[in-house]
């Protein structure tokens, strides 16, 4: 049936990568910058080159070539931007005016140059010298009654050595309050993989991609947000690996790609298919699928009994909770046959090796924790961690989120990393659990904590319920952004706010002894070097390591730290991290090595750093808090997705190619049948509302005039665009193990917009 024409609303007949990419890259570059300087997309990810600060998916193995990405260009672009937001920008707009702005002519202004500071009485952002900032922002923090009541937000770009300066300087300083983007992102991987296999991180590298007999994915878009991921995807299914997809909608990367760099299959080839069975499962029905899998394996006795014995706790318990549960309830919440779960619990027995990848598909559910400790139990029936061809594979997001991590950025510090601490560094580190992001948010809400540092990022509109967080940021009477955009948090003013401009990774970095070099820690655990090359974007800018030591030194005169030693020489904070994390023996010197070194991941040689000293498979959680009544009428789950034009919060365009939709984010993925209920049409103006008594929140959240879009989605579930439908989520939803926000199963009615007609159109 030929569908409706809504205007910005079509169909992408093509595969992902192709043609349609390479145009998209030279739009990206030619809006951003000159040809010239676009010769720094040659720098990228190349061992004397800088990270792309794209995604976290490792690096090329070897080789020089250019690996190509569209989104890895867009994001280069967007940062080695040629325009610029210097103090005349800011004395033509007052803050109230650039509220009004969308996010999206926010950050295109482009980049920012002057350290500026908020002045009431004009709403502008008037300039002010670096060391009078340092020190008033020192003063500030200096006079809180308690540590405690400041919090400190890191955005998972920032290099190891910014963040390891970081933590140091709030540890010094004397909180554990580190919300981070990791607290909205993969937390539930952090919290679910120890319990499971004593360590939090991934267990693959990019060989056992080339080892393993099946591949899994749960609840990612690399098309979109890893692209460089396809290359390894696209390979696998050239050597005729089966990858079998868990996904409510039908994303077109998952189903094909045309390598833009294979001549061939750009001329005269065909797209490689990327999934051979697509499953579209319920929204939130991944944990039901891979229970009903393991029950088939144990039905058929189709798991490996050695490893279990030798290596595992807790497969009694597994085996009689699976015992218990019903093909009823399984084929209802997950959306599927059981001939379909079976199907791919066939592919599963049938391979020698498997590796299973998952991203926010997984992890932004009230269960993400126990979604992750599912997926971890299916790959230890059969043995399929810790040898070649065989893992877990979360896609990170931000770049360096995960050596963030490593290096120290939690508000849950282990004992032996802190005494560590105390030891190197001679002062006692507070020993509390800090503040996640969530805690963070409700502090500031509640006047609890009254300050704000951010170490990049975008925390209030990446956050839940935008209203509740705004009303939180402008409460505060410090908040400091260190950034390399204007975004709308620079606008959530609170009483003294403070914007400090610092380079990119693009950017040569020169200190007191010469170019520094950072680094950074990628999904695989592989650390290594980034180089920046361009001219910083105005000769004020400071790095973040330059502008976290300036605030240190002038919060804590008589800290006995050499603040301007380190900054001097990226090698020496190098020498503290090893100092602090053992693992990271020989460092400066592993680090000048072109692709770097990789970090001890234990499990993936067996290693079981559990409190069992082995493997744990763990029962899937029961839900004690029912979301939305799935089966009741009218009741539909909305997942929130990130476009093809999108960095987080960062809005390049609003064209989302792959799934057919131009220049527009007002829409709302609805499948058909769904729409026909209702008695709604393709095009139709609809209202979304948060069905409160579900989601735990009390007040009526509503997004209004939405277009609804009949998309290839699972019944049930809907799908709209982060951060335009974060008003729907509230902070109170979310997963209560590792405090990751529900960003992925919110329990919504639609119904047509109030006082709308027909439609849009024609
Ligand atoms: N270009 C670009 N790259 C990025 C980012 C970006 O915004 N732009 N962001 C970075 C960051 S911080 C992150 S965390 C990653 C995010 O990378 P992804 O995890 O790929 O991010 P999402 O867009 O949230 O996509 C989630 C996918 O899960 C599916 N999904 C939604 N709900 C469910 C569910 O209940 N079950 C299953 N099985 N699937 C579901 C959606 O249809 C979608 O395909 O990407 C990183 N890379
Ligand atoms: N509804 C919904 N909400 C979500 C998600 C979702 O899937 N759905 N995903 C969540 C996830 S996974 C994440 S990670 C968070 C993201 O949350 P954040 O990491 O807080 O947000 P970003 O949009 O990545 O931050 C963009 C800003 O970072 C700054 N920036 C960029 N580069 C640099 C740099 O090199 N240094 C510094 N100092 N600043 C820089 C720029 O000013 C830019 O405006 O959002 C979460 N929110
Ligand atoms: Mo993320």
């Not at 024409?5 to 809006?31: H, M």
Request: net charge negative.
């Amino acid at each position: 049936m030929a569908k409706k024409d809504v205007p910005g609303i079509g169909e992408y007949g093509g595969p992902a990568g192709g043609w349609g990419a390479l145009q998209a890259v030279a739009k990206a570059i030619r809006s951003q910058m000159t040809a010239k300087d676009a010769t720094i997309l040659l720098h990228v990810n190349q061992p004397e080159g800088f990270d792309c600060p794209g995604c976290a998916w490792p690096d090329p193995r070897q080789g020089s070539s250019f690996e190509f990405c569209e989104n890895g260009a867009k994001a280069v672009s967007w940062e080695a931007t040629n325009k610029r937001v210097t103090p005349e920008f800011f004395a033509r707009h007052t803050v109230a005016e650039l509220f009004g702005w969308e996010d999206f002519a926010l950050e295109g202004e482009g980049r920012l140059t002057h350290p500026m500071k908020y002045d009431a009485a004009s709403d502008r952002y008037l300039p002010i010298a670096w060391d009078r900032a340092f020190a008033e922002i020192g003063a500030h923090l200096r006079s809180l009654p308690d540590p405690d009541m400041a919090e400190f937000y890191a955005s998972g770009r920032t290099s190891n050595e910014a963040a390891f300066l970081y933590q140091l300087f709030v540890r010094a300083f004397g909180t554990n309050n580190f919300p981070d983007c990791s607290n909205m992102c993969h937390e539930a991987t952090s919290v679910g993989l120890p319990e499971s296999i004593g360590v939090g991180k991934g267990t693959v590298t990019l060989d056992d991609f080339d080892h393993c007999d099946a591949i899994f994915s749960f609840g990612h878009n690399p098309g979109t947000n890893h692209p460089r991921m396809l290359a390894t995807l696209r390979e696998a299914r050239l050597r005729d690996v089966p990858i079998v997809v868990f996904n409510p909608l039908k994303e077109r990367s998952l189903e094909r790609f045309k390598s833009p760099q294979s001549p061939v299959e750009m001329t005269v080839g065909k797209a490689v298919s990327i999934a051979t069975s697509y499953y579209q499962v319920k929204v939130g029905g991944d944990a039901a699928v891979v229970q009903g899998m393991m029950k088939v394996l144990l039905a058929r006795d189709a798991v490996d009994h050695a490893f279990i014995r030798n290596h595992t706790t807790g497969f009694e318990a597994l085996a009689d909770d699976l015992a218990a549960m019903s093909w009823d309830d399984i084929e209802r919440v997950s959306g599927l046959w059981r001939a379909d779960i079976e199907a791919a619990a066939d592919v599963y027995a049938n391979a020698r090796s498997v590796i299973i990848c998952y991203g926010m598909g997984i992890t932004q559910h009230r269960h993400g924790t126990s979604n992750v400790q599912q997926l971890a139990n299916l790959l230890l029936l059969r043995g399929n961690i810790g040898r070649e061809g065989a893992g877990i594979c979360p896609l990170r997001g931000h770049s360096n989120v995960q050596g963030d991590r490593t290096v120290g950025i939690t508000e849950i510090p282990g004992d032996a990393f802190l005494d560590n601490l105390r030891r190197v560094f001679g002062f006692e580190p507070p020993r509390a659990k800090g503040h996640a992001a969530v805690e963070a948010l409700e502090a500031m809400r509640d006047g609890r904590s009254r300050a704000l540092v951010c170490l990049g990022g975008n925390l209030p509109v990446a956050m839940p319920d935008p209203q509740a967080c705004f009303e939180a940021m402008r409460k505060l009477d410090l908040s400091v952004h260190i950034a390399t955009k204007l975004n709308r948090s620079h606008l959530l003013v609170g009483k003294h706010t403070y914007l400090l401009p610092c380079l990119g990774r693009t950017e040569l970095d020169v200190q007191a002894t010469g170019p520094q070099a950072v680094t950074v820690e990628d999904s695989m655990a592989m650390v290594h070097a980034s180089r920046g090359s361009l001219p910083p974007a105005a000769p004020e800018l400071k790095s973040e390591p330059a502008i976290v030591a300036g605030i240190a030194r002038a919060t804590l005169p008589d800290s006995a730290i050499d603040w301007e030693g380190f900054v001097a020489d990226y090698g020496r904070i190098r020498d503290a991290i090893e100092a602090v994390f053992p693992d990271f023996a020989g460092h400066n010197e592993r680090v000048s090595k072109p692709r770097g070194f990789r970090l001890d991941v234990p499990a993936s040689r067996r290693e079981w750093r559990t409190k069992t000293g082995r493997a744990n498979f763990i029962v899937a959680a029961r839900d004690q808090r029912p979301l939305a009544r799935v089966d009741a009428q009218d009741v539909l789950v909305l997942t929130t997705v990130r476009s093809h034009d999108q960095y987080n919060t960062t809005i390049y365009g609003k064209n989302d190619r792959y799934r057919g939709v131009t220049g527009r984010r007002d829409v709302v993925f609805v499948n058909e049948a769904d729409l026909a209920e209702r008695s709604l049409a393709h095009g139709d103006l609809v209202d979304i509302e948060a069905v409160a008594a579900h989601d735990h929140s009390s007040e009526a959240r509503v997004l209004r005039g939405f277009v609804a879009v009949a998309h290839d989605i699972a019944r049930g579930a809907v799908a709209a665009y982060y951060p335009e439908a974060n008003g729907l989520v509230s902070l109170a939803n979310f997963d209560a193990r590792s405090g990751t926000p529900s960003y992925k199963s919110v329990p919504v009615v639609i119904r047509r917009a109030a006082g709308s007609g027909e439609g849009l159109n024609p």
